[in-house]
């Protein structure tokens, strides 16, 4: 007799189901497979879902899935099993799939701490989404799975939490609860007296909520940044109240909507009695009093500063010199309130492992509508992880940032490159070295400075400088900020003495510390610390490989080719692919001899061989194949066709902080030789 299955227990079943779908890259499988299918069959018309079920089947697609499904009790995420400290009852994350709010019985919380109980229940006026392609992998919807999605993150006294995502629509259905601890005293222990409504109300630290838009074909957008003051809470009946944010867009759109989120505010436990709203509101305004008086006083001090620095000489007028940088929400702060530095933990153990990390984030650069000069758009931090992406300005400030974690003394460049391009950098100047550091590439350079009065001969050593930078206008850190004064701008004279008067103009030490310490100004950017990696780089390797094999496999039978792989030969490139990487960390290569003396034996006698490495910064598949493919040498060796050809091919996955990845691969061939007798 056939079991009959409950309708609640098919719909925990579709939302695990759809979870998986939406965290893992089986999207892009599918994908890839309606793109095969309709290149086999373009007069067939859509394929069938009978059809669609065998192609993914044979794929291994649904094996895989089925793998990596957990059926019953969900456990918390990698990224939330950090934020729960052992031992503790403490639940930073509330999961709900159900229509309603989650009851608070439901919420385990710590009695001795104050937390904050932040939902997002749904959105709206979201106008320039209307006519997105929905997913049935959301609620709510069932079309095509091949759709848009939204994503937040938010940051908030060191916390940081994204949703799962949601359908990119006019009028979003969200409803994701996350539990942020507010305050515990820590001088009364671990589990010390709870926060009282004066400590409550002193607390100024703002909720960081980023809105993050994940496009069809991968590509993550910034879509808006919010801060919110949630001591409204306070004040509310029963610590408990309903708020509609207005999102607004960033950069030049700064000033327009894109939507509104429905968020709920409950303050857990409640306070016995709750604030007076002109309590509130004068503790608002005074805060803002100090902080706006903190602002203007500092920018009193930055005019006097720049009109000294234009008297030294009249080209100063010209250099790079940067004291304020502008955020994604068109708000201006001084550049050093950027820098702050992080301590990695034991996600990055050494500057350099530091430097290839920042060099794997994406870069992008600020796009504004029409034809104008470069504008520049000085991220929040938060915001450039989230986003996964962003300008050289955001790397520079995030590497500079960990360089002086680990005890470096690291400025952020203001200059230029190549042809006379603005560009940010970083250097560490050391008792008796100075280093540049790349944050696009994780390259490092040492700089040598050239006597510009030295005989011609002598400026023959200008040959061996290999770093791109041409001029530097400014350099600074959370601390210092230098403008350069030497007679000329030109990186390979300049002097990194910044003791030195003569060549650098500095800002009083005081001037800096007002603006820069934490708490002073309330709109200060933060620095988020760094999330670990919750990539399974084994699991993920092996799938980018067998979609890798399956392209080739296609393409060469699109020539008119069979295929035969070497799995040894295969097996043998592994080490040259960890050697590659940890070169670009170390900057040291190790392992080539063993490498080449295992694929000499693994090539039988009169056979030639031919290796192509390459590295992406992402798990597309089908976008590495059809890159790798423009390079001459890959595509002779994917396309190689002769006597005893056998292909092969390895995929490395290397994982960083924040879901950075290095991806490499290496596409290799051996056949026999021509006029080989052997």
Known sequence: MASSVAPDKILEIKQIISNHLSKSDMNNAIRDVLNDYAQRHPNSGPISRDALLRELKNRGVVDSMMENIQFGTQQPSPRQRQSIPSQKPTVNTVDTDQLVSVPLQQVNFDPNRQHLYLQFLNGKAFTDYLNEPQSEGYPGYSSSSLASSFSISILFRNQRFRTRPFACAGEPYINQGFLLELHKDKQQGEFGAKADSSTLL??????????????????????????????????????????????????????????????????????????????????????????????????????????????????????????????????????????????????????????????????????????????????????????????????????????????????????????????????????????FWESLNGNRYQHTSIDPDDPPLDKLSLNNIRHPYRTIGCIFNDKSFYANIQPTCNVDTCVFRLTDQSKWKAMSPDAIPSINTPGLVITAPVMPHLSQNTLNPIALSNDIEKQIRALIIQHRKDLGYTTQFDDHLSYLLSPALSSYELERVTGLSVGSEEFQEAVRRAVPNGHAFKGFPIQFVHKNARKAFIFSLKNNLCEEIVCCHGDQVRLAVRVRVFTYPENAIATWMMFACRYKSVGSTK
């Open 202 to 435: 002193s607390i100024c630290d703002r909720v960081h909520i980023v809105l993050t838009r994940k496009d069809t074909l991968g590509e993550i957008h910034l879509v808006s940044s919010h801060f919110l003051e949630w001591r409204q809470v306070l004040c509310a009946p029963a610590n408990k109240t309903n708020r509609m944010l207005e999102l607004n867009g960033i950069g030049a759109e700064n000033k327009l909507p894109v939507g509104i989120i429905n968020v709920c505010l409950q303050l857990i436990p409640p306070l016995q009695e709750s604030v007076a709203d002109e309590v509130l509101a004068a503790q608002i305004n005074l805060e803002h009093t100090k902080s706006t008086e903190r602002e203007r006083l500092f920018l009193i001090y930055a005019k006097q500063w720049w009109k000294e620095f234009l008297e030294i000489r009249e080209e100063h007028r010209t250099r790079l010199v940067k004291i304020f940088g502008q955020d994604e929400n068109g708000v201006n702060h001084p550049v050093v309130s950027f820098v702050q530095p992080l301590r990695s933990g034991r996600l990055l153990d050494t500057p350099r492992e530091a430097a290839r990390f920042v060099s794997l984030i994406g870069y992008d650069r600020h796009s504004v509508v029409g034809n104008t000069d470069r504008t520049e758009m000085w991220t929040h931090t938060h915001a450039f992880l989230a986003r996964n992406c962003g300008d050289c300005e955001n790397h520079a400030v995030l590497l500079c940032s960990l360089l002086l974690g680990f005890g470096l003394d690291a400025y952020v460049c203001i200059g230029t490159k190549g042809k006379n391009q603005i560009h940010s950098w970083v250097v560490t100047i050391g008792t008796d070295d100075v280093f």
